[in-house]
């Protein structure tokens, strides 16, 4: 039977010609092959879309980090120029809220080089629409090393669960690493990989019985490295908030969502938005050893509270309609509760400076 997924049809095509492929490298043709990969295509974010994200979700959370960056800016001798850098923007919309809110610093505003760290070239033209009111000029990089050599403040909202990842098998041989090969019918399938490794690539703190994934995501190194020489050498700060871990563990999330609703990771190549859970408490470490000083993790909902979410929201509520601030409550439920975003998503802090930044628990 012809294949009607394109992507699909090319990935079968490569594990006939050279056998079974990593996790990484499927997560990867999904979501970035140039042509029908989920990102080149643009990448259905919203309410109409595939998922929904917390900018999206409500103005609110753009303004909180706008609030959290420039107050970062003023803890850091508020450099001039500096570079205000987005890591997968999406839509544009946090940097559109974070610079609604960093006019009212004029000192910020005008000091700020918006650099926006996109592949793909659909959602660059989005984020340029969404900024053209914005009255800041945008340059777009490919990649962090394309950034201009200046301090930086760096913020990346979901962007590091969309870096492939692989997944690592615990069996009563040792740890394989997952593949994605052809069943008998020719369908994809997930199997593992023969040979036995003494370890997987990241240290565990507790042995791990047979039948544990443990996942890894080399690209997600390989840019926690460039933030950390980064901001090392030009001084700055990055803020990442994505779903995830504060706290070492094992476990599958390798995960597929399509018009929000969760699908199998193999159903639709290049067709659905497919992610893993990012683990702070390892990425924290990476920063701890390339030097940063300070390294601060916090669970969403506590840091937006802590930032004033509620009293942002009863601002915005008290000139607004009814219904207006039904849709608020309702955002802020979405942001901040245990049962929505709140616990599910974490927030985690780095710089080579020694500070303690708003929202953490360890805040001054
Ligand atoms: N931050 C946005 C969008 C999250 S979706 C929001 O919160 O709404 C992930 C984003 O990362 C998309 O913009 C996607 O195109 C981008 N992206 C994925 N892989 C990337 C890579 N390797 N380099 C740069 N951007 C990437």
New binding site residues.
């Given amino acids: 039977m012809a294949e009607p997924n394109p992507l699909a049809a090319l990935i079968k095509a490569e594990i006939e010609a050279t056998g079974p492929i990593t996790v990484s490298h499927y997560m990867h043709l999904c979501?970035?092959h140039p042509t029908h990969g989920y990102?080149a295509a643009g990448?259905p974010?919203g309410a109409a879309g595939d998922f929904t994200?917390?900018?999206?979700v409500s103005q609110l959370f753009g303004e909180l980090i706008g609030a959290w960056l420039i107050a970062a800016w003023e803890q850091l001798g508020r450099p001039a120029p500096f570079a205000l850098t987005e890591?997968?923007?999406?839509?544009g919309?946090?940097m559109k809220d974070v610079l609604r809110v960093a006019r009212s610093v004029p000192a910020f505003f005008e000091a700020a080089q918006v650099i926006m760290?996109?592949?793909?070239a659909p959602?660059r033209e989005q984020q340029c629409a969404t900024l053209s009111a914005s009255g800041k000029p945008v340059t777009h990089a490919a990649?962090l090393d394309a950034v201009p050599p200046l301090p930086s403040l760096i913020v990346?909202?979901?962007?590091l669960d969309?870096?492939p990842a692989d997944q690592w098998v615990r069996t009563d041989k040792g740890w394989h690493k997952r593949k994605i090969g052809l069943d008998a019918d020719g369908a994809l399938t997930f199997g593992l990989d023969p040979t036995p490794h003494p370890q997987p690539p990241k240290a565990l703190n507790a042995p791990a019985p047979p039948g544990s994934v443990v996942e890894h995501s080399p690209?997600q190194d390989a840019v926690l490295t460039s933030l950390c020489d980064h901001l090392n050498s030009q001084g700055g700060a990055a803020l990442m908030i994505d779903y995830g871990a504060l706290e070492p563990g094992t476990g599958d999330t390798l995960q597929a969502v399509r018009k929000h609703e969760k699908t199998g990771p193999l159903t639709a190549p290049g067709s659905t938005d497919l992610t893993t859970h990012v683990d702070f408490h390892y990425l924290g470490q990476l920063a701890s050893k390339a030097g940063l000083q300070t390294v601060q993790t916090a669970t969403q909902g506590g840091f937006l509270v802590k930032l004033g979410l509620l009293e942002r929201a009863g601002q915005l509520g008290a000139h607004a309609s009814e219904a207006e601030r039904d849709a608020i409550s309702i955002a802020v439920e979405r942001l901040a509760s245990d049962a929505a975003m709140g616990q599910l998503f974490k927030v985690m802090a780095i710089s080579p400076a020694p500070l303690a930044f708003a929202g953490f628990e360890s805040e001054l």
């Fill in positions: 979501l970035n990102y990448a974010i994200t917390a900018p999206e890591l997968g923007p999406g839509r919309t946090l760290v996109e592949t793909s959602l990649s990346a909202n979901e962007f969309a870096l690209a």
